[in-house]
Nanobody, 125 residues
Framework: VQLQASGGGLVQAGDSLTLSCAAS????????MGWFRQAPGKEREFVIA????????DYADSVKGRFTISRDVVKNAVYLQMYSLRSEDTAVYYC???????????????????WGQGTEVTVSS
């Protein structure tokens, strides 16, 4: 599946922003989907993920209560809704599709075989 992330931009601390991840060549309902981010000078880190059935999510502690993940099977897209943004949320955000039958936690980037190109989010304080 090919993924295309979009929706990043410059926002103020406390603002909200929604990122989109459009899929092609496969469906978002056929695999688990996740979002990762990479801040300048730091390693890529797990943000949030949804299982294939769409009935279970996992969150990084740093975003719990502020970020949510959802999907639209008609539009074949996954979304990352971000609320109460902080300067430390500044990063390039990547959506990812889990490799079918992959074993491991959604937090492990090695279980994903499809990655979007990234969309940059800058939060000014």
């Amino acid at each position: 599946v090919q993924l295309q992330a979009s929706g990043g931009g410059l926002v103020q601390a406390g603002d909200s922003l929604t990122l989109s991840c459009a899929a092609s060549g496969g469906t978002v309902s056929s695999r688990g989907m996740g979002w990762f981010r990479q801040a300048p000078g730091k390693e890529r880190e797990f943000v949030i993920a949804m299982n294939r059935n769409g009935d279970s999510t996992d969150y990084a502690d740093s975003v719990k209560g502020r970020f949510t993940i959802s999907r639209d099977v008609v539009k074949n897209a996954v979304y990352l809704q971000m609320y109460s943004l902080r300067s430390e949320d500044t990063a390039v955000y990547y959506c990812a599709g889990r490799r079918p039958l992959a074993f491991g936690t959604y937090r492990d980037p090695r279980i994903y075989d499809s990655w979007g190109q990234g969309t940059e989010v800058t939060v000014s304080s």
